[in-house]
């Protein structure tokens, strides 16, 4: 299947215009042409140099990550930084890298859909409406058909759908079962600022955003950035394999990548 067409299909599953104004998505790294046929892609949360030897002892032609691997605006491209090294590696090897970050964060059935979906069954609906599809936005708030019990036993649905160890915790004074929970992949601050809901659970918080939503009567969940974007991976890889049926595209999801953050 040709670059071209592979990244069509890409933007249908993920609309580059649900995309934030501040951010860098699409196609930002591609070979130049004439482009070999896509035989495999790597599915990675961020591109970093074990996730490039990775994708090259799998011979991958593309390079599918989530977050961007240009952001800021680049005045040069040379080895003396790894992650500039890293973009010039994968030109020179004819590996063409997308990155879908917050469009696949907006879109119906995306991240935050995945993120949402493991924390019970009830009536979803995004945080901050971006588009006239109110499937559509930023963020997801759940109220629940059956409330939880506790706030313990939402920590560990939260625990057990992300594959993590430990979580940390902020506690509000209100007691009770949980019946809301409002969730945001990545950096939640800005989006669950105002949301009203018993349990906010994201990947990461400021100090004093914490302090303010637990003063609102909000327990907070706070599990590391990309440890609320990375199990989405495993849920997109049979979309993707079903998406290219007809062309045989192999999708791999990376073994190494991982927050860079662990419990000491």
């Known amino acids: 299947m040709q670059l071209s067409e592979v990244v069509v299909a890409l933007n249908r599953l993920a609309p580059l215009r649900l995309a934030a104004s501040w951010d860098n998505v699409g196609l930002l790294v591609e070979p130049s042409a004439p482009h070999p046929p896509v035989k495999s892609m790597l599915l990675t949360n961020d591109f970093t140099t074990s996730v490039w030897r990775e994708a090259e002892r799998k011979c991958v032609n593309l390079i599918y990550c989530y977050h961007p691997v240009i952001f800021s605006p ?23 890298i997308y990155c879908p970050h917050t469009a696949m964060d907006v879109v119906e059935n995306g991240v935050n859909d995945w993120l949402i979906g493991g924390l019970g069954k009830g009536r979803t609906k995004p945080v901050q409406l971006t588009t006239e599809n109110e499937a559509e936005g930023f963020g997801r708030h759940l109220l629940l058909d059956e409330p939880v019990e506790s706030i313990d036993a939402m920590i560990g ?14 506690r509000c004074s209100k007691p009770g079962p949980v019946r809301s929970v409002a969730v945001c992949a990545g950096s939640g601050g800005r989006v669950l600022e105002s949301v009203e809901a018993d349990v906010l659970v994201t990947g990461e918080m400021s100090h004093h955003e914490i302090l303010a939503a637990v003063e609102r009567g909000s327990h907070v ?43 000491a």
Not at 78 to 95: D, F, P, S, W, Y
Not at 157 to 170: M, N
Not at 238 to 247: A, I, K, T, V, Y
């Open 74 to 96: 680049l005045k040069k491209l040379t080895a003396a930084n790894e992650k500039q090294g890293l973009i010039v590696r994968a030109i020179e090897n004819r590996v063409a």
């Open 157 to 170: 649905r939260v625990k057990s759908h992300l594959g993590l160890p430990h979580v940390q915790v902020a």
């Open 221 to 263: 969940i706070v599990c590391g950035h990309s440890n609320t974007e990375r199990g989405f991976l495993h849920a997109l890889k049979p979309r993707l394999e079903g998406l290219f049926d007809d062309s045989s595209i192999e999708v791999f999801v990376s073994e190494v990548d991982a927050d860079p953050l662990v419990t």
